[in-house]
Every structure is written in structure tokens, then in C-alpha cells.
């Protein structure tokens, strides 16, 4: 059986992807929100449209 | 069923990844300070808190008693005795009083601003006040000078002092030459641990190159030029 959260014994790779995925974001905003000078806010928005974007693509593949 | 335990085993790593990061938040996690800057990798407010309880990060901590070789520059002058930012530049009764504050990110040893012999090294003051005006007198009921000022008389420019000032945060101010020893220009003079303030007390007809606000590096950076005027 295959679906998005399970397929054959194991996560399904677009679930387990997004999660991975949005864990790397948090990360990786984070190091931007420390390196950057631009308002915090505006950096939330910039990671949660690339966030947006890469599930989208995961969630297509 | 080994696919779905791999995925588990990255997830749990994730999970211990996200719990220590949010843990240390608002300071960065561990493997995220080799990536950023001085200043970055140890938030001030994160050292205020340290100051407090004492656990300084061994990272910082070296990279506090950092010690680099500087090369003096070949122009006659006097150089800067500390590295840091010049907060004032004030003359009074004929002494230009060039004020260095040094942050927690600054090299912390001092170094001399010309060559000549030590003939002064003054462990105390009668005004214990650090760079932002903070009276500090009550430390002197403690076994730890909180000001120190080394007199040196040079060829050069006549009789100069470096005063080393510690902050509410400092115990401890080392000065390494004696008494009657000889200094070359930019050699190491002493090391405020974890002070704020380095001033150099020049006579006033010696022009100074330098402005309030300009950063300067000790053994460096020509904080005078040119003859006396």
C-alpha cells in the first residue's frame, strides 16, 4: 500500500522529506536571522515561502 | 523494516538537533559557532550571564586570551596601547588622555606605545571609575587593583603613562614588565582580564592622527604623528 504518510513498511519518502526538509529550514533560517541585519519578520516571511515552495515540490515529486 | 528504521534513527537525530537548538536559543547552538562571527558566536548578553555565574565557554575563553603578534609600522609615532574603540580624547592640565574601550571580542593585551623605561607602575588610583563613569571604589576592600597606570619615559615623546582599567567584571590586571626595564615600541605590556578601558596619557603638543569613534589595534595602530607642535 502507498501513500503519502506510508508505503511499503516505511514512511513515505514525501512525508519523511518534508519533515527533514522543514527541520533543515528552521536550522537554516536560523543561521540567516544571525547573520543578516534584516528585520526578523522579514526573514520569517522569505523562510516560509521557501519552506512553502520546497513542500510543494517534495509533495509533487 | 531497515528503510523505516533509518528513517527513524535521521528522525530521532533531527528531534536531538531541534532539542538542543531550541535549549540554547536565543544563543546559537554548538555547531553553529564555528560559523559565526566573534560577536555572534558569544552574544554579550550570553557573557553578561557567564560573568554572573562563572561557566565561561572554554571557546571563549581562549579566544579571549588570544595573544597575536602585531608589527609595529616602520612611521615614527606613538602607537595605540590596546585594542579597541577611542571613546574620548580629552586634554586636561597639558595631558591629552586618549580613552581605548575594549569590548569583550577585543584582544586583551596591551603593548607598549614607544620605546623607553618603565619608571612608574602605579597599582591603584584614587578614582576607581571605568570608561562609562561607573564608580567602582567598593572594590577596594578586595585583593584585586582595579587600576593600574605604568609610566614610561621615552626618547621620543618625554614621559607617557598607560593606564589599564578593569570594569565591574574584571578582578585582574597583570603588568609584565618591572621597574627599570627597558620596553621597545609595541612590545607586550600587561593583559586586563576581561577589562574595558586602556588610556594613554600623552603630553599635549604631540598631535594625535586619530578621532573618537575610530577603532585601533595595539602595537599597530600610529595614534600620533609628526613632530610636536
Known amino acids: 500500500m502507498t501513500s503519502f504518510f506510508w508505503s511499503n513498511g516505511h514512511l513515505g519518502w514525501p512525508f519523511f522529506g518534508v519533515l527533514v526538509y522543514s527541520v533543515l529550514c528552521l536550522l537554516a533560517g536560523d543561521i540567516v536571522w544571525r547573520l543578516t541585519p534584516a528585520p526578523f519578520r522579514k526573514i520569517l516571511a522569505a523562510m516560509a515561502i521557501v519552506w512553502a515552495a520546497g513542500v510543494v515540490v517534495l509533495v509533487a515529486l | ?229
Open chain 2, 1 to 229: 523494516m531497515t528503510t523505516f528504521l533509518v528513517q527513524v534513527l535521521v528522525l530521532v537525530l533531527l528531534v536531538v538537533l531541534v532539542g538542543i537548538w531550541a535549549l540554547r536559543f536565543p544563543y546559537p547552538a554548538f555547531w553553529l559557532r564555528p560559523f559565526l562571527p566573534a560577536r555572534k558566536r558569544w552574544p554579550e548578553r550570553e557573557i553578561r550571564d557567564w560573568l554572573g555565574n562563572g561557566r565561561f565557554h572554554r571557546g571563549f575563553l581562549k579566544f579571549f586570551n588570544r595573544d597575536p603578534e602585531r608589527n609595529p609600522p616602520s612611521e615614527p609615532g606613538l602607537l595605540a596601547p590596546a585594542d579597541g574603540l577611542i571613546t574620548s580624547a580629552e586634554v586636561r592640565d597639558g595631558i591629552r588622555y586618549l580613552v581605548i574601550a575594549l569590548s569583550f571580542w577585543d584582544m586583551h593585551v596591551q603593548r607598549s606605545p614607544a620605546a623607553g623605561k618603565v619608571v612608574v607602575i602605579e597599582p591603584s588610583g584614587d578614582e576607581y571609575m571605568d570608561g562609562e563613569g561607573r564608580n567602582f571604589s567598593f572594590l577596594r576592600e578586595k585583593h584585586c587593583p582595579v587600576q593600574t597606570r605604568v609610566v614610561i619615559d621615552t626618547a621620543s615623546h618625554g614621559r607617557l603613562a598607560v593606564r589599564l582599567i578593569t570594569s565591574v567584571a574584571a578582578r585582574r590586571i597583570e603588568v609584565w614588565p618591572g621597574v627599570g626595564d627597558m620596553l621597545a615600541r609595541g612590545q607586550r605590556l600587561g593583559r586586563i582580564l576581561l577589562g574595558s578601558t586602556v588610556v594613554l596619557e600623552i603630553p599635549e603638543r604631540f598631535a594625535i592622527c586619530v578621532q573618537t569613534g575610530q577603532r585601533v589595534w595595539a602595537g599597530e595602530t600610529l595614534v600620533t604623528a609628526g613632530a610636536p607642535t
